[in-house]
């Protein structure tokens, strides 16, 4: 697999997103996550994502175990910033203050079993503390060694500014697919302006795009999506029929439809870094496949004209998601 870079950090064509190794789509099996993260590892993948906030620590410590052989050859990015409530994880709240930055930092190295984080992402803006001061608590990680470089989540241009003219950000970490396009608005152009690279979450719309389902598709109780806008009912509907138009272009292709989604966000600048997530192997195989996926311009126009015509329904986020991202 060949490399891209994000900034100064070199990593993997593609990232394997590990969030939902430890709930959000409901139980996973642990041995087979971990058997995941060694086929993609061997299949060339060499950027592993995770959060503080997944599975309340339990996702970082499954990662940390997972790459422990070939820690070396890999690149670990986790995040901070994002607290959940263990009685209620419906129930979250932002928290960017130096003390604790630097405590979940500390936590973080304990769980992953590793003594430096490559690349550590300010999951959202804490409303109540200045982004400087945020990033000058990580970037006095970077001087420590506990940290090698610094990214931020989904947030606004004008607060990537500002923490950019604090410490030099090499990422940020944005939604981006073919039913996710909002960070064509502001965060892409400010990437591009200041040399920042972009990691691409939930590419495949944290499932949709992947044909796998319809209409009547029943999530399991505890599953997050329930929560999300674009997968209730009517919703869900009505975007079906946009990805079933783009089944019939992935099949002109020979490709699946998660390749076709992959390899679509891939095409749109040689730096931007498609982050997906999957619990097992062979899902893992058939996304890498989409590095060997082309199109032509007149496929690419043809994939925006079905998207456009159908204009997805639904806003990406839950309400409560919206304050930390700033955009549906």
């Known amino acids: 697999m060949g490399k891209k870079r994000l900034g100064t950090l070199e990593v993997s064509a593609l990232g394997l997103g590990c969030m939902g190794m430890t709930g959000f789509y409901g139980n996973a099996d642990r041995d087979q996550c971990i058997q995941a993260i060694l086929v993609a590892f061997e299949q060339g993948i060499s950027f592993f994502d995770t959060a503080d906030s ?22 670990i990015a986790t995040k901070v910033g994002v607290v959940r409530n263990r009685k209620d994880p419906n129930i979250v709240s932002i928290n960017g203050t130096p ?59 004008e607060h990537i500014r500002r923490a950019h003219s604090v410490h030099p950000v090499t990422a940020i970490q944005a939604e981006y697919s073919l039913f996710s396009r909002e960070a064509e608005n502001h965060i892409i152009p400010i990437c591009k302006e200041l040399g920042i ?36 009912s009517e919703n869900l509907t009505h975007n079906c029929k946009i990805v079933y138009a783009l089944s019939s272009v992935a099949q002109g292709k020979s490709c699946s439809l998660s390749q076709l989604a992959l390899g679509w966000v891939a095409t749109q600048s040689p730096s931007y870094i498609p982050l997906f997530g999957t619990t097992r192997g062979p899902h893992v195989q058939e996304n890498i496949k989409s590095l060997e996926i082309s199109f032509t311009q007149s ?19 839950p309400e409560m998601g919206k304050k930390f991202y700033g955009t549906q």
């Open 54 to 75: 997944y599975g309340f620590g339990d996702n970082e410590a499954l990662v940390g175990t997972a790459v422990a052989p070939f820690r070396d050859k890999v690149c």
């Open 99 to 157: 003390e604790y930055i630097r405590q979940q930092c500390i936590a973080s190295l304990k769980r992953l079993e590793v003594s430096t984080i490559d690349l550590y992402y300010l999951h959202h803006v804490d409303p109540n503390t200045p982004i400087e001061e945020s990033i000058l608590a990580m970037s006095q990680l970077v001087l420590e060694g506990k940290v090698l470089h610094i990214g931020l989540g989904e947030m606004s241009a």
């Open 197 to 232: 690279g972009l990691v691409a979450c939930a590419p495949i719309s944290r499932g949709l795009l992947s044909g796998t389902m319809n209409p009547f598709t029943n999530l399991l109780s505890d599953d997050f999506r329930r929560k999300f806008p674009r997968f209730e």
């Open 299 to 317: 496929e690419i126009n043809s994939i925006n004209e079905i998207v456009s015509k159908g204009v997805v329904q639904g806003s990406r986020h």
